[in-house]
């Protein structure tokens, strides 16, 4: 852990020395990481396995096995192979304290984005009224428990917390920037990862550039944008370490690893997460005549019904609307509409909009049926969601447009939380290229 003095900042972040991968040893970096937990299927996690004995996922999502209990289990086995691999030459640790400028580089529908931040560690708040970090989403128990069982038997962290920060002047991506053409950095990994997307890690190790990194970044709030689970756990673990002494015996948990994102940048993209209908049944003239209180209905082709989609939503809230019959539709909302006079700015999001007006007013699915998911498949792949309606699969999708990062911005610093899946922050961070241990 950094012993380097802190400053009375809002935001305080540190360099650290982390335990890196040593790929002469480990093999190939690519075969080395993993997409973050809660995306891996079991398909996926048996796969991650085999491609290498030192892969990511045995330590951040291993498997269960039979047998399992109290003594032996896959958190005390990510533990076991955590201390085995840092005892030998799989991980090393880091020579000096740094901060790590991670790049990613990818393409949507034929144009290239490049999404620039930096990893370092962050601050836990100390309480809810010296807070500077702030979440949009609704978390569960039960991944809490998982990462929290984690947590405490490995004591490290194994994948970063993804956050946005306003960067109106650009001042911090310049600097980031200015260091990498300058050459002001030491590149580790540079790797296309098996969705295409090229990943890039650099070190920061002058203590200059650091400080002023430190010093941009202390009147900053942040933003969750994914791993709200992870955070609360590291909050949830902080203050058990203290409650019970931890840190005397030299658990230092009060700082996390966080990946930190420019908002004002091109490539901090975030994608729209479609509502797939299934079991049931959808009236589609009824259905018509209920949305036409609150929307401008107009009908439309299967071809043609996404990209109408997009061009509406650039001017108004609205919706891809194709159903199993064959027939689609846009639906564009009507602004006079009564019940939306409301200074709440989540009421005013497209995904609240779909959830109150359609899910629950025409649909008549209620609340827990949406949080339970009894009605509703979340579909990422426009194309394939639109096949699957062409095919039965499902009765009908709703196509939606993304949520602007102003928007996540502005319901997370009043303490708001978004509707389910209201955000999807492309690409996903990778997970293994940084491990911060907790242990002084």
Known sequence: ??????????????????YVYDVKCAGEIKNLTAPPYDIISKELQNELYERSLYNIIRLEYGKELDGDGDNENKYTRASHLFNEWAGKC???RAAKNAIYIYSQIFNIDGTEYERTGFMSLFKLPESKENNSIYGHETTLSKPKED???????AN??????????????????????????????????????DNGIKNILYAIEDEKIISDIQNDMGDKSVYIADGHHRF??????????????????????????????????????????????????????????????????????AE??????????????????AHKSGRNFILSFKNETSDL????????????????YILKKALEITQEEID???????????????????????????????????????????????PQKSTYFYPKLISGLLINPLIK
Do not use: W
């Open 90 to 92: 799989v991980l090393k």
């Open 156 to 193: 490290a962290n194994f994948s970063p917390i993804f956050s946005v920060f306003e960067d109106n002047n650009q001042k911090v991506l310049t600097i980031l920037k200015t260091a990498l053409s300058e050459k002001e950095v030491k590149k580790l990994f540079d790797f296309i990862d």
């Open 232 to 301: 609360e756990t590291c909050i949830n673990y902080r203050d058990y370490v203290k409650k019970n002494g931890l840190d005397k015996k030299g658990i230092n948990a009060d700082y996390c690893l966080m990946f930190f994102a420019p908002s004002g940048q091109k490539g901090l993209v975030i994608l729209p997460t479609h509502r797939g209908i299934k079991e049931k049944n959808i009236n589609i003239e009824n259905f018509i005549e209920i949305l036409s209180k609150y929307f401008i209905i107009s009908e439309t082709n």
């Open 147 to 153: 990462r929290f069982k984690l947590m405490e038997t």
């Open 341 to 356: 006079k409301t200074i709440n700015p989540l009421d005013n999001l497209d995904v609240s909009i779909l959830q109150e």
């Open 1 to 18: 852990m950094n012993n380097s003095k802190e400053k009375n900042f809002k935001t305080t972040i540190l360099p650290f020395r982390p």
């Open 372 to 418: 339970n998911q009894k009605y509703i498949v979340y579909e990422k792949d426009a194309k394939k969601a639109l096949e699957k309606v062409k095919k039965g699969g499902l009765e009908a999708v709703f196509f939606m447009n993304p949520t602007k990062i102003e928007d996540v911005i502005k319901i997370a610093s009043l303490n708001l939380r978004m």
């Open 304 to 321: 043609d019904l996404i990209n109408e989609n997009k061009k509406t939503g650039k001017k108004y809230v609205s919706f891809g609307f």
